[in-house]
């Protein structure tokens, strides 16, 4: 009786919740539910039908084995799934792609790859101008309501095809991408059309705007020009907005093919580990004795509490790729793993990840960069099985933390294109809202910073992670945009052995320098 009582509410939470779940599992989950008290048996059943709501379903259909990690998950809550990882690096060619679907009008994850080779290259303009377009258009500044009387704040705009086909004139808001089609003369392009701009007046309202930026002007259009009054960005969509679009969906990548973003479990234990941090070096040499040294005396400060990770960016030598580049490595990597290996707790509890710099041995500087050869550091991998080597850029998941790494000079290549300097000299605030309003890691041309066409996606930023480390040949900095953090941890070699720390658990960048007592020659 109990049971044919247990059968009835199974049936009915399952169809409240649109589920459809054969006999077969209903008979087996009414053996669990008889053994729950009554006053329970309710919130009991809507927690299984939550954790399987949370497995982001394909179909209405529950089988099996959703049945079975709900109440494995129910049992033990506390315990991470085989894919919930605490620490993971995810290369440049593993990041999803992410695309605008106008049929049900919001962003989604493509997992389709039907295009052919050629067709990427106009595809990498397009993707980044759709991307801005959608995203701007939803911003309430562009939005125009039938129900709202008011609406002079609001902001028409319009495609550069209207703008030519119906000869609009006087003052008009157009959004594109800003070219130099032919010498010394710049147009705005977007995917249905090309305009003439005239920059002579322009207001570009303290920004820092390169070629190849998709920008959005204001102004007045006669004879064929358009002459720009006010240049802007698009504007910046929060972190949690854009991930409405995705639900559960995993955006960032990673083994999970869920969001570990709200992962309650992972949240718990970046609390509880508040003394984790992840150290960032760039440009560590080693083939300069001096710069190894300086490394140990960073190895040792760590002794007591070693950290999650060390991001290890390159170059890895201090004189561009020869014939003796590859010798030059191997020796310079089995000399830093002999010293790992004195460090025995750090050894054990810390990630070592290598990030290949431009100039480093085994490809071309062409983004997304592949790792560094294979026969190159088997022997590192072999001595320390923590050690991982990953492309340039690639992301790092820890706990609900997510962060993007990039070595490149992108601050110095967007200085050398800039259309105009900002008035204020905090260079560093004026890229940190460039990249994150563009929603990519180098909007600037492909002659500037080559691309393969197929894996743009890898240097997209969208939605924004939580800290974007650039190792550039720059300064070292930390600035905040939009609840991003956008660091440079500084040359190690170059600029007095500066590198940072993040502390996840209180979102906080910590500059750190050791004592320039001896010069590196």
Known sequence: MAESKCLQMIQTNFSLYGLVLPRELRVSLAKHLVKISEEERESWLTRIIELILAQNLNSPH???EHLKLAIEEWMEPTKLKDTETVFNVINGYDI???????????FVIDNESLYSEAEYKSLIFKDRFEVLWYKTLRHKQFQFSKFEKQQMDKIDLIPIEYLLSELRMGNVCVMGMITQLTEDQYYLEDTSGTVKIDLTDTDFQDTFIMEGCIIIVNGIYKDNTLHVKTISFPPIELSESSRSDFGDSNTFGGPHNLSLKMSEKLQVHEETNQDGMIVFIAELWLDIPT?????????EGYMDYPPVAFVLCGHFLSFPTNVTSAQALITGFKNLVDMITNYEVIKESSKFVFVPGPQDLGSPNILPKPSL???????VTKEIPNAIFTTNPCRIQYCTKEIVVLREDMLTKMCRNALRFPKEENFFKHFAKAIISQSHLTPVPLQVVPIYWKYNHALQIFPTPDLIVIADNFESYTTNHSDCYVINPGMFSKNNFSFQAYVPAINQVQDCQLPSDTDVS
Not at 96 to 106: E, L, W
Not at 291 to 299: C, I, N, S
Request: net charge positive.
């Open 291 to 299: 710069v190894l040294q300086k490394f140990k005396t960073v190895l």
């Open 62 to 64: 529950v089988d099996a």
């Open 96 to 106: 999803p792609r992410i695309k605008y679907d106008i049929s049900k009008k919001k």
């Open 373 to 379: 050869p294979k026969c190159i550091v088997e022997e």
